[in-house]
C-alpha cells in the first residue's frame, strides 16, 4: 500500500508540475492542496511502520488506507489542474467527482475510528459498539452526501465542484 500511495504521489506531482509551468499564470492549484501529498506519505508510511512490527493491528490498515486515500485526492487534483492547462483536453466528468468526496474520509477517520480504536485497535469494550456503529454510520453518510450533493460548493480538499 506504501509503494501504491508513493507512485499516485509521484504521478500527481509530475501533473501537477506540468500544470504550473504550462500555465504562465494561474495553474488552478489551491495552496491548501499542498498537504495532499504530505498526509499520504504521512499516514501511508505511518501504516507501513505499524503493519512491520503489527502486521493485524488494524491501526496499520486504517492508517495505509487514508495513505491511499490522500494519495488518489492529490493524484486527482494534479490530473485535473494538469488537463484544465493543455489546450483542447476536457477533465472528465468521471475525474471531477472524488473530488467531491475523498476529503471526507480523510478528515474524519482520524477523529473518529482511530479515536475509538485507540490504542489496542480493539473498542474498549463490547459497550462502545453502538458508538463504533454510529461513527461508521455517520462516516458513510457524509461520504454519500458529498457525493451526491447537487450544489456546488467549494471541498476542504481544495477543489472546487
Same mark, same amino acid.
Given at each position: 500500500?506504501?509503494?501504491?500511495? $508513493? +507512485?499516485?504521489?509521484?504521478?500527481?506531482? /509530475?501533473?501537477?508540475?506540468?500544470? !504550473? @509551468?504550462?500555465?504562465? &499564470?494561474?495553474?488552478? *492549484?489551491?495552496?491548501?492542496?499542498?498537504?495532499?501529498?504530505?498526509?499520504?506519505?504521512?499516514?501511508?508510511?505511518?501504516?507501513?511502520l505499524v503493519r512491520?512490527?503489527?502486521?493485524?493491528?488494524?491501526?496499520?490498515?486504517?492508517?495505509?488506507?487514508?495513505?491511499? $486515500? +490522500?494519495?488518489?485526492?492529490?493524484?486527482? /487534483?494534479?490530473?485535473?489542474?494538469? !488537463? @484544465?492547462?493543455?489546450? &483542447?483536453?476536457?477533465? *472528465?466528468?468521471?475525474?471531477?467527482?472524488?473530488?467531491?468526496?475523498?476529503?471526507?474520509?480523510?478528515?474524519?477517520?482520524?477523529?473518529?475510528?482511530?479515536?475509538?480504536?485507540?490504542?489496542?485497535?480493539?473498542?474498549?469494550?463490547?459497550?462502545?459498539?453502538?458508538?463504533?456503529?454510529?461513527?461508521?454510520?455517520?462516516?458513510?453518510?457524509a461520504v454519500v452526501?458529498?457525493?451526491?450533493?447537487?450544489?456546488?460548493?467549494?471541498?476542504?480538499?481544495?477543489?472546487?465542484?
Open positions: 500500500m506504501f509503494g501504491a500511495s $508513493v +507512485a499516485m504521489i509521484g504521478a500527481g506531482t /509530475v501533473l501537477a508540475v506540468l500544470a !504550473v @509551468s504550462g500555465a504562465g &499564470g494561474d495553474s488552478g *492549484l489551491k495552496a491548501g492542496q499542498a498537504i495532499l501529498p504530505l498526509s499520504g506519505l504521512m499516514y501511508a508510511g505511518l501504516g507501513a512491520s512490527s503489527h502486521p493485524r493491528h488494524r491501526f496499520g490498515w486504517i492508517l495505509a488506507g487514508l495513505g491511499l $486515500v +490522500a494519495s488518489m485526492e492529490f493524484l486527482d /487534483v494534479g490530473y485535473l489542474a494538469y !488537463v @484544465s492547462q493543455t489546450a &483542447g483536453l476536457q477533465p *472528465l466528468d468521471l475525474a471531477v467527482w472524488p473530488l467531491f468526496w475523498l476529503h471526507v474520509p480523510r478528515l474524519l477517520v482520524p477523529i473518529t475510528v482511530l479515536v475509538l480504536l485507540f490504542p489496542t485497535g480493539r473498542l474498549p469494550s463490547r459497550r462502545w459498539r453502538p458508538a463504533g456503529w454510529a461513527a461508521g454510520l455517520a462516516l458513510l453518510l452526501s458529498f457525493a451526491f450533493s447537487p450544489e456546488p460548493s467549494e471541498s476542504p480538499g481544495g477543489g472546487s465542484r
